[in-house]
């Protein structure tokens, strides 16, 4: 316990009982103390079906994120007596139920207005005036984080949303009885005062989908787009409907699986080379490889590398693709419980996944004896609560487990020690739905789409001064040239200055790099990678130096402070590029600019994990490619 965690303890957390309020906003997860159940093992719901047995020897904690986003959504912050209550019915420390939660973003620990805005002022949004946004919301509302609206309103600058082929981005959160949350994208600053002030969840004659829904792939980007492979229903099904999806080739690929065996599924994939599209681009295969015994699968999505929203869209487009691509996954590989971490700035997504989950349940595609076929799986859903490092798969499994979001050192890696201690295998969306067109078309029908080297099709997030942003999918090995025109051209200015690949983690391009193929081997050749699948444009009118700025107070903001190299690492980087922007150097910009590089060397050497490693990516490359200072 640190100091910080003690005074938090001997301050506020008393004896005293907690409000009404504060008892159902804890129970609404766990039961009341009467019904004998606290979050741990059962084996069916409320509806009679299935549920996820929990292995984990502290079968209570793993409730905790659940219900600190209970409290939070319910009192607009975590208040002492609710999570001493909390702390109660878990059977977890004071201290350490504080000090997760005082890791994540979207939790507070002090009081707060019921209504708070977030605006987004992260990269993708500040190529569409989200400065020119918040200064203008300063002048309407005061400074961020200042009360408004008689102390029942509040505003803060925030990091990215996934929003950014909206941008400039924002969301409202309203505490209460009834809580909810509204998207504003793009969002003008009359908009958000004015919803500070009226907007209580139930606006007449307005449907949620017109304050949350994305048109992922527009209808003029790609054509006709029903011979994509990967989003060919994204825009023409009702997400919600199953039988609308059903009629769309859904859960065609499951029954074939089932039929052929988990065996066959495994080999296919296995045979199409397909790698994870997250980042990493580690082989799918061995992670599915049956002699790890894996006991869960995890979906991460959790997507929250700056200029990232892929998964969001095939989520909240398809969200039964998802559904139906773990299920087959899980029966594959031979467990019976699988987890969506879902990124906590994902309302809409969150909803239609857990539409999604109970309808393929109540049919009979997820559950008990799936279909008939004496196979069992099914799915939970945790949503995260704003930490980028929560994308970093251990990070992932501490959050799960109600532990703060902290990578793990490896070896041991998840497929021998992971989710609660057991063999684990963990895919992103992207990754995953990737398995019905291998299930549909056989592994090597696959391998041929793209390159030898990069096998199958790609998903890619315009963002930035971009004709028409959004997704786009394309097979390996198309050229940045070529997504570019597809996406319309460059627009803003019309002049291109530079194409940031990969993310905040990624790398800078120059228009003279336009003809690199998008292919795992042809972006390395270039020093750059393909990430988490991020293209963002910036025009001539943009000034680089401010970006990179930016990108590294995000990487400041997002370290866990777990390892020394990251957490002093991305405040040194933080301080020299904001001595640099503002023309003050210590000694000369020479030695300034070989401090970063020394900083960033020690980061990738020694971090543990890849936020660190990776933190000075893309400003190094920037630097590589322009004199900027």
Sequence with gaps: MNRREEAYVDTHLTKDEPTPEERQAVDSILGSPDSGWAGGARNTDQDGHSSLRNHSPRVKRHQLLPVLHAIQSRLGWITPTALNYACQRLDVPPAEAYGVACFYGMFSVTQRPPRVLHVCDDIACQTHGAEELCQRMEKQLGPPESPTHNGKATWYRSPCLGLCERAPAAMLTIAGESPCEKIFAPASSNALVN????????????????????????????????????????????????????????????????????????????????????????????????????????????????????????????????????????????????????????PLAGDRLEHAIKTARAR??????????????????????????????????????????????????????????????????????????????????????????????????????????????????????????????????????????????????????????????????????????????????????????????????????QCVPCRIGTVRQEEVLQRLHHGHPIGSVEGEMGLLKEVGQVMRDASICGLGQTASSAIESALLRWRLF
């Excluded at 029903?226 to 859960?251: K, T």
């Design 195 to 346: 919803a500070l002030e009226t907007y209580d969840g139930s606006v007449a004659g307005e449907s949620p989908d017109q304050f949350n829904a994305t048109v992922s792939i527009p209808q003029s980007s790609q054509g006709d787009h029903s011979h994509l492979m990967l989003l060919g229903r994204v825009g023409r099904i009702d997400p919600e409907s199953i039988d609308d999806y059903r009629a769309h080739g859904g859960y065609e690929a499951l029954r074939r699986s089932l039929k052929l065996g988990g065996n066959w599924v495994v080999r296919e994939v296995s045979a199409s080379r397909l790698v994870g599209r997250g980042g990493a681009a580690f082989p799918s295969g061995k992670k599915w490889d049956p002699v790890n015994q894996p006991q869960y699968l995890v979906c991460n999505a959790d997507e929250s590398e700056p200029g990232t929203f892929k998964d969001r869209v095939v989520m909240e487009g398809d969200p039964f693709s998802l559904v139906e691509a773990m299920t087959i996954a899980g029966c594959a590989i031979g467990c019976e419980h699988g987890f969506i971490y879902l990124r906590g700035e994902y």
């Design 364 to 561: 009979g595609f997820l559950g008990n004896n799936i279909l008939g076929r004496g196979v069992h799986f099914d799915i939970e859903i945790r949503r995260g609560a704003g930490a980028y490092i929560c994308g970093e798969e251990t990070a992932l499994f501490n959050s799960i487990e109600g532990l703060r979001g902290e990578p793990r050192s490896k070896p041991p890696f998840p497929t021998q020690v992971g989710l609660f201690g057991k063999p684990t295998v963990v895919n992103n969306v992207e990754t995953l739905i990737n398995v019905l067109l291998i299930v549909h078309e056989g592994g090597e029908r696959y391998a041929a789409i793209g390159t030898h080297g990069s096998a199958g099709p790609k998903l890619f997030c315009l963002s930035g001064h971009i004709a028409r942003p959004g997704v786009y999918e394309v097979p390996f090995g198309s050229t940045l040239r070529e997504l570019i025109e597809l996406g319309g051209g460059v627009g803003g200015s019309g002049l291109l200055q530079a194409v940031l690949l990969g993310g905040a983690s990624g790398a800078f391009l120059s228009p003279d790099e336009l003809d690199t193929p998008l292919t795992l081997e042809g972006t390395k050749a270039v020093g750059a990678t393909l990430g988490s699948g991020v293209v963002m444009l910036f025009d001539d009118t943009v000034d680089l130096r401010k970006i990179l700025y930016r990108i590294a107070a995000f990487f400041r903001d997002e370290s866990c402070g």
